[in-house]
T-cell receptor
């Protein structure tokens, strides 16, 4: 089955800095890679996703890159703000499946 | 995006009682919903797949008699934790695939239900 590794487990940055979270996956059949933000006591919220036919996607301060050959994808947050503080999960989903395999999560702390 | 709600948002119960958690898709129909369990500072663990009009599919190690799932309509799935014990205390989250792009695997998650068993 699919295995998703996520690093780092904790990331502490100063407001205004950039933050990068990296994930690797094992199943070459995976073709959909969502990123979720989970605030304390709430459910995960989809913030950006990328499909295997695209190498990069950007939405304002958030961007995701995908390297299919190396089987890794990354989340980039620029100009971080305190409200970006949360746990971020990457996931990988194989074609035809609705069930993502999640990474272990990264706790992002943005210091004002 | 699609909206998924859960009720209740938190519940405290005594050991030995049963608790029902509802998951609703508010603005779309969901023939499939998923139930997850999340322990503090850990990732989401898939418990079962809820199928409208048929039996749920449980992941290995999840007791189907303990965690009863009913998906009686296209907008509602329920998870009942039977004879709850303190070790069942956890954060339970449901999700549903978006109907707008069924081939694209997108899922939307509910806000979660915090269960505490005393």
């Amino acid at each position: 089955g699919e295995n998703v590794e996520q690093h780092p487990s904790t990331l502490s940055v100063q407001e205004g800095d950039s933050a990068v979270i990296k994930c690797t996956y094992s199943d070459s059949a995976s073709n959909y890679f969502p990123w979720y933000k989970q605030e304390l006591g709430k459910g995960p919220q989809l913030i950006i996703d990328i499909r295997s036919n695209v190498g990069e996607k950007k939405d304002q301060r958030i961007a995701v890159t995908l390297n299919k050959t190396a089987k890794h994808f990354s989340l980039h947050i620029t100009e971080t703000q305190p409200e970006d503080s949360a746990v971020y999960f990457c996931a990988a989903t194989s074609g035809g499946s609705y069930i993502p395999t999640f990474g272990r999560g990264t706790s992002l702390i943005v210091h004002p | 995006g699609a909206v998924v709600s859960q009720h209740p948002s938190w519940v405290i119960c005594k050991s030995g009682t049963s608790v029902k958690i509802e998951c609703r898709s508010l603005d779309f129909q969901a023939t499939t919903m998923f139930w997850y369990r999340q322990f503090p500072k850990q990732s989401l663990m898939l418990m079962a797949t809820s199928n409208e009009g048929s039996k749920a599919t449980y992941e290995q190690g999840v007791e189907k008699d303990k965690f009863l799932i009913n998906h009686a309509s296209l907008t509602l799935s329920t998870l009942t934790v039977t004879s709850a014990h303190p070790e069942d205390s956890s954060f339970y989250i449901c999700s549903a695939p978006t109907p707008t792009s069924p081939n694209y695997n997108e899922q939307f998650f509910g806000p979660g239900t915090r269960l505490t068993v005393l």
